[in-house]
């Protein structure tokens, strides 16, 4: 969920330059909370998210009572901090946020500093986008599927490391789950994103890695990465020709993520009834659902608190008790 480079930077780009017209990133954050709407968006500008947050506010921001919307990226501490921002944003709900689901259970876990409490904060409106994560290599190894690399691991687990984008995710304990399901001796190796991910099993530098679809689309369709199986409890709309890690034995091998839309707690129903009735709008438009699903996205129509809440909370059910035992925390 970070930066694309080469070629599946070029839908991004695309994408980057026909939303703008209507997303514009506006400098003056002041300025910005007085006259406009605003959509967080926790990751750099260029990549996968940021794409899809712009696709999405230009679609949304002629239904917010009348104020433009514009995409305001805050990149940082593995999400938090723009989830902090939203936590300090004026209490008129002008500002929205676009965020993973898991880091807003995973966090109170694994930082003993959190400065905002994800249930009293914020209200998850609807979902937006399904995440899957998927595992990959160079498209030129040798291993095809997920019993080559469970083999190969086992002969030299020196030789066959699991790079993963970033730790304290949903993807980390994936990464985790899978090594321990898997019986073998592969470390986890964390990179500062996927896009050096990429780049690093682009160059046959490392042998495999795991980080979220949208990554390695690109790469996968110009057959330079080979996605070797996904996470989800089913294939990625993406993806289709690539088997879940439940099709090829590991049935409890099973985890994907949604963006989800957050606003203030305290935000008027008028409001939240707002934001969430305009991006409902935006992922029924078929040009909207059509690229996020070339993006790599799985496709939601937008669902109502009440599943929200529901889906959040069974991941966390499945989730906390693995965080926990493993015993990770947060710098």
């Known amino acids: 969920m970070t930066d694309m480079n080469s070629s599946a930077l ?9 939303a ?13 909370q007085q006259s406009v709407n605003r959509l967080l968006v926790p990751f750099p500008p260029g990549g996968p998210a940021d794409y899809m947050g712009r696709l999405l506010a230009e679609m949304m921001k002629d239904n917010l009572g009348g104020r433009p919307l514009i995409v305001d990226n805050r990149p940082g501490a593995g999400t938090r901090l723009a989830t902090e921002v939203l936590k300090n944003s004026p209490a008129d709900g002008t500002v929205a946020l676009l965020a993973p689901v898991d880091p807003m259970f995973i966090a109170p876990i694994i930082y003993n500093n959190l400065r905002y409490d994800p249930q009293a904060d914020f209200k998850a409106l609807t979902d937006v986008a399904g995440v899957q994560f998927g595992l990959v290599v160079n498209a030129s190894s040798p291993i095809k599927n997920v019993a080559d690399f469970v ?5 030299s687990p020196k030789d066959n490391p699991i790079a993963i ?28 994103g996927g896009a050096a991910m990429a780049t690093e099993l682009l160059g046959n530098q490392v042998s495999a890695g795991m980080d979220a679809t949208t990554t390695f689309v690109e790469y996968h369709r110009a057959g330079k990465l080979r996605v ?9 709309d993406a993806l289709p020709d690539v088997p879940t890690f439940a099709e090829q034995g590991f049935a409890n091998l ?18 939240q009834a707002m934001w969430a009735q305009a991006t409902r709008q935006a992922l029924a438009a078929p040009d909207v659902r059509e690229k996020l699903a070339r993006a790599g996205y799985d496709l939601v129509s937008g669902a109502s608190e009440q599943e929200v809440a529901k889906y959040s909370n069974a991941l966390a059910a ?3 008790p693995v965080i926990k035992a493993s015993g990770f925390k947060g710098e």
């Open 165 to 192: 984008s970033s730790l304290g995710t949903l993807l980390h304990f994936l990464a985790a789950e899978f090594v321990s399901q898997a019986r073998i001796d592969s470390t986890l190796a964390p990179y500062r």
């Open 10 to 18: 070029r839908l991004s780009r695309r994408a980057f330059v026909a």
């Open 254 to 271: 099973v985890a994907s993520s949604r963006y989800l839309l957050y606003v203030r707690s305290n935000t008027s129903a008028q409001t």
């Open 151 to 155: 083999r190969a691991a086992k002969a």
């Open 318 to 320: 499945r989730w906390v």
């Open 228 to 236: 070797i199986a996904v996470a989800g409890d089913k294939r990625a």
């Open 20 to 32: 703008s017209a209507g997303a514009l990133a506006v400098p003056n954050a002041a300025f910005a």
